[in-house]
């Protein structure tokens, strides 16, 4: 079965400190990977990954794609209360190409 | 200014009763998805359809149903079949597939079935 595993679950932090998104996955006929960032509304855009040793790179956010060990991770250098969201991961796979999410992580920053 | 508009906001039905949900997008999309979330989980995809008149069953299809009968509009009816319906529903539509295309979101409608 198609799996997309965030961690951690929940993170809570203080303003300025550096923060490590993990997402893993096991899809069949992977095609990219997805980060959103959710705030209680609708997800919106961070990055898509294809890829493999990329980096993309937003202001303070960045990411990048391992496809041999199957993983993302999603930096955020000093964070600032704004930061704080649901950050969703996703992979673009399976027999359909339909998105398939994680659970997401919720992160608080504290100032 | 393009986008996609989900409405109601917000929404209360009695149990029993059928709902619909409106997804409407002026992006020009040919693909668009309505997908379910619930406290503390990701979105579960619910159904979608990658061309007018096509639509393909998700994961978590079964007590819901949908039509595209235009490009611009997907919506989503919530059957009284459906056991548990209170959630956050997001629609989102991508240009060509998934996977190829950044996918947007609307702003989502709150179903609460009392």
């Known amino acids: 079965e198609d799996k997309v595993v965030q961690s951690p679950l929940s993170l809570v932090v203080h303003e300025g400190d550096t923060v490590t998104l993990n997402c893993s996955y096991e899809?069949?006929?992977?095609?990219?990977l997805l980060w959103y960032k959710q705030e209680k509304k609708a997800p919106t855009f961070l990055f898509m990954l294809t890829s493999s040793g990329i980096e993309k790179k937003s202001g303070r956010l960045s990411s990048i794609l391992d496809k041999k060990e199957l993983f993302s991770i999603l930096n955020i250098t000093a964070t600032q209360t704004g930061d704080s969201a649901v950050y969703l991961c996703a992979v673009v796979g399976g027999a359909t190409n339909k998105l398939i999410f994680g659970t997401g992580t919720l992160l608080a920053v504290q100032p | 200014d393009g986008g996609i508009t989900q409405s109601p906001k917000y929404l209360f039905r009695k149990e029993g009763q059928n709902v619909t949900l409106s997804c409407e997008q002026n992006l020009n999309h040919d693909a668009m998805y309505w997908y379910r979330q619930d406290p503390g989980q990701g979105l579960r995809l619910i159904y979608y359809?990658?061309?007018?008149?096509?639509?393909q069953k998700g994961d978590i299809a079964e007590g819901y149903s949908v039509s595209r009968e235009k490009k611009e509009s997907f919506p989503l009816t919530v059957t009284s079949a459906q056991k548990n319906p209170t959630a956050f529903y997001l629609c989102?539509?991508?240009?060509?597939?998934?996977?190829?295309?950044?996918?947007?979101f609307g702003p989502g409608t709150r179903l609460t079935v009392l």
């Open positions: 989102a539509s991508t240009l060509g597939l998934a996977g190829e295309d950044e996918q947007f």
């Open positions: 899809v069949t006929n992977f095609r990219s």
């Open positions: 359809s990658q061309i007018v008149n096509d639509f």
